[in-house]
């Protein structure tokens, strides 16, 4: 149904000079998702954020969100969106609780809603003990979670995150997730980039993956790995000099094989299994693991490259 | 355990009919609440600056210029007299200038603060409307505080002195105005502050009939104090504080140049500010 999309894009383009940056994107946001995408750093994900986040115009194409045109009605629609830029832009003079509360006023909204509203702010972003902080004497974890409390002090109806985890470490990493996967079961729409596959399969309902400006896939992150990747993945290393060596055999034991720099990847419904015949071969590799196929390898067999360079 | 209230678009709490009439007033109230912490400072600055250019240059220079010249020696006045309406529109303009370059280049490189406020409902428009608005505050804040150390310098003359603190605004209006559009448009800021500073703020304050009658330059050098908004609150200053003669005509001239430029300067701020904020 077209009245649940809020945010609806059609050949959605954005050029800078002559390069282009996202190139004829197709996608529906629906609401009460969390929606993501997934790709490299220059990918174009950032671009499209910012243009989903009515403030960078559109080059071509279509673009609506919560049903209107962002180069018409920017002020209206981003009364209704969170924004977590991938660069924390908190303002360094103030404190966490005037962070929240100018940010809030921008809004438009009274001092009197916004004293009750950044109490569960705090609370929510788990920075009671840090409220009278500036906003430098803060970890990146924390001040990664200022800014997404800062950009829920609206009420958004679509909260955006641009690589809401990069540059931290996995503790905080972990925080964040249990922090955002609240908000998702509160039936906040998400919407997420990242290029980390891990958080794209624990935080996104369905997906697209994004390179070089276009989407390459789009579904949810089991139904990806269905239909672009086998079930079970056997991680095979023989050392960097004879890896490559080593590819022409193995490729005959399994459907399908990809050659990585420090190891190849065999791809395969039984791994275990697939494993006993590289031995019953005679191939003896220096270590071996299997593990179930994610979204960093639906990439890989999408575009020959990792997520991560 | 969270109690965030999230009322997924059940409740509408923007109003953003609201922020469209008043958000550069926010923008404003964002910016004063940080200044209020280095108040002091400002405050001092405002108080130390005309105290130690009137100590140093009025009365020490001034007393060797008097000596040669006699009491009444510069334009009819002492030297002191003379000088201290040029530094008033120079500290106002001095004042414009660190809350307009400074807040401008911070929100758009620095802190990157300014795509954190388009990121709400504010416009570029309105962003820029709010950096100027904090800078006028500022400016009349360094104006008063000069006018008042002025007056106990024993250097107003006339009962209509006080107008000059309006002169001496407008300047800084004008020249804080043009500079935040120039700071918005140069995306380096090392330029601002290797070029302008040096080649075009410098010879500003050098050229503009500040230390000594603009006439006294050769007549290939007078027109830097023409294009100077210094050179004309100046002008309007030695007026207003101790009547210094001045035609008609170029009263008015006067008026409509700073406030040509004054013009210019925001409707250049607004579109700069906008275009840089929509890449």
């Known amino acids: 149904m077209m009245s649940q999309s809020l945010i609806h894009a059609r050949g959605l383009t954005k050029k800078f000079g002559d390069f282009t940056a996202v190139n004829g994107i197709d996608f529906d946001v629906i609401k009460g998702e969390s929606f993501g995408l997934l790709g490299p750093n220059g990918a174009g994900k950032s671009t499209a954020m910012r243009m989903i986040g009515a403030t960078s115009q559109r080059t071509s194409g279509d673009l609506t969100i919560l049903d209107k045109d962002p180069d018409q009605f920017g002020p209206q629609i981003r009364a209704h969106l969170g924004v977590v830029p991938q660069q924390d832009n908190l303002d360094t003079h103030l404190s966490v609780t005037d962070n929240l509360y100018i940010y809030g006023r921008y809004f438009g909204l009274s001092r009197k809603f916004l004293k009750g509203k950044i109490e569960e702010l705090l609370s929510f972003a788990q920075l009671e003990e840090k409220r009278n902080a500036k906003v430098e004497s803060l970890s990146g974890g924390m001040k990664r979670r200022l800014t997404i409390a800062r950009a829920l002090v609206s009420e958004p109806e679509i909260l955006m995150l641009d690589e809401p985890t990069t540059g931290l470490d996995p503790q905080a990493r972990h925080i964040l997730w249990d922090r955002l996967f609240r908000l998702k079961e509160d039936g906040v729409t998400l919407l997420i980039t990242t290029h980390f596959m891990d958080e794209a399969e624990q935080l996104c309902d369905r997906l697209v993956v994004m390179d070089k400006g276009a989407i390459m896939a789009e579904g949810s992150p089991a139904q990806l790995i269905k239909d672009y990747s086998t079930k079970e993945v056997l991680e095979v290393r023989f050392g960097s000099e004879r890896n490559a060596h080593m590819a022409d055999d193995l490729r005959q034991l399994c459907d399908r094989i990809e050659e990585l720099p420090d190891r190849i990847l065999m791809y395969t419904e039984d791994g275990e299994e697939l494993l006993e015949r590289v031995y019953k071969k005679g191939f003896h590799p220096k270590t071996s693991l299997v593990r179930r196929s994610s979204l960093e390898d639906v990439f890989l067999r999408l575009t020959g490259r990792t997520l991560i360079d | 355990m969270s109690s965030l209230q999230t009322r997924q678009g059940s409740l509408k709490i923007v109003d953003a009919a609201r922020v469209a009439a008043r958000g550069a007033l926010f923008v404003t109230e964002a910016r004063l609440r940080a200044m209020v912490k280095w108040v002091w400072l400002i405050i001092s600055i405002a108080i130390a600056n005309p105290v130690l250019y009137l100590v140093s240059i009025g009365l020490g220079l001034g007393s060797y210029i008097d000596e040669n010249t006699g009491a009444m020696g510069v334009d009819g006045v002492s030297y002191l007299t003379f000088l201290a309406p040029a530094l008033l529109a120079t500290a106002a303009i001095q004042g414009a200038m660190d809350e307009s370059v400074y807040p401008t280049l911070e929100g758009f490189k620095w802190d990157k603060t300014f795509f954190s406020m388009n990121s709400t409902p ?158």
């Open chain 2, 122 to 279: 504010l416009s570029g428009n309105q962003i820029a409307m709010g950096v100027f608005f904090n800078s006028l505050i500022r400016t009349i804040f360094t104006a008063v505080l000069y006018w008042l150390v002025m007056l106990a310098f024993g250097v107003l003359d006339s009962p209509r002195a006080w107008l000059a603190i309006f002169t001496a605004v407008m300047a800084g209006a004008a020249f804080g105005a043009f500079m935040q559009a120039l700071a918005g448009f140069l995306e380096n800021e090392n330029v601002f502050f290797t070029i302008v500073e040096r080649f075009i703020i410098m010879p500003l304050f050098l050229f503009s009939g500040t230390f000594y009658p603009l006439t006294n330059m050769p007549i290939f050098l007078q027109w830097i104090g023409w294009i100077s908004p210094l050179w004309h609150a100046t002008e309007l200053g030695r007026w207003l504080t101790y009547g210094s003669e001045i035609s008609t005509p170029m009263l008015l001239l006067h008026f409509i140049f700073l406030n040509s430029i004054l013009i210019f300067g925001l409707i250049a701020s607004r579109r700069i500010f906008t275009k840089r904020l929509g890449k």
